[in-house]
């Protein structure tokens, strides 16, 4: 008899165990989810860049005409 009571003790112990491992999945999943939207939003900002300097190099490598003597000449 002295074992029934030790069993749901300890029952009740893993249960109370999964529910909290359970809890902390549920939140690292979250965080997960956080964290790919930001990388997202980061792959999409370093692309627009990317855009950008590309479209600067072209407008610099088609100007042709020579750079103008600095203001101090």
Do not use: C, F
Not at 52 to 63: N, T, V
């Amino acid at each position: 008899m002295n074992k029934a009571p030790d069993i749901h003790q300890r029952l009740d112990e893993l249960e109370t165990h999964v529910t909290h491992q359970d809890s902390i999945i549920d939140d690292l999943n979250e965080v997960s989810l956080q964290q790919w939207a930001e990388i997202k939003k980061l792959n999409e900002q370093i692309e627009m860049l990317k855009g950008k300097i590309e479209a600067a190099q072209e407008a610099m490598d088609s100007d042709d005409s020579p750079e103008p003597p600095p203001p101090h000449y």
